[in-house]
């Protein structure tokens, strides 16, 4: 099984920026189905950007032209870059990867079901302060 590991969060401004990083270990056989996802205290997990196999991104609507997804294959690793934050932002943040490409990154942002993601780190977090 693969391990992920999150790291990049803090606090940051609103309009600040901070990336993400989420490196992948344990296991060669990559479907490079993944993608970053975030959770407020008593809401469901939601996808934020999210990568198909074919390199294809989606993004949920409220980071659209905010923040960038991005992979590093050598290095077995996923960024996310978050410019202009917004006191929504904040969340903790967590990276996460299927195991066979079943849902499509579209649906995951979409509020698709994240079952297909098998794997997942243990998340950063995330703070926006104004």
């Known amino acids: 099984a693969a391990q992920l590991v999150e790291s990049g969060g803090g606090s940051v401004q609103t309009g600040g920026s901070l990336r993400l990083s989420c490196v992948a270990s344990?296991?060669?056989?990559?479907?490079?189905?993944w993608g970053w996802f975030r959770q407020v205290p008593g809401k469901e997990r939601e996808g934020v950007a999210v990568?198909?196999?074919?390199?294809?991104?989606s993004y949920a609507d409220s980071v659209k032209g905010r923040f960038t997804v991005s992979e590093d294959y050598d290095k077995y690793t996923l960024y996310l870059q978050m410019n202009n934050r917004k006191p929504d932002d904040a969340g903790r943040y967590y990276c996460a990867e299927q195991a066979s490409c079943l849902t499509p990154a579209a649906e995951a942002v979409a509020g698709g079901n994240l079952s297909d993601f098998t794997y997942w780190g243990q998340g950063t977090q995330v703070t926006v302060s104004s």
């Open positions: 344990g296991d060669t056989r990559r479907t490079y189905c």
């Open positions: 990568i198909d196999s074919d390199g294809s991104q």
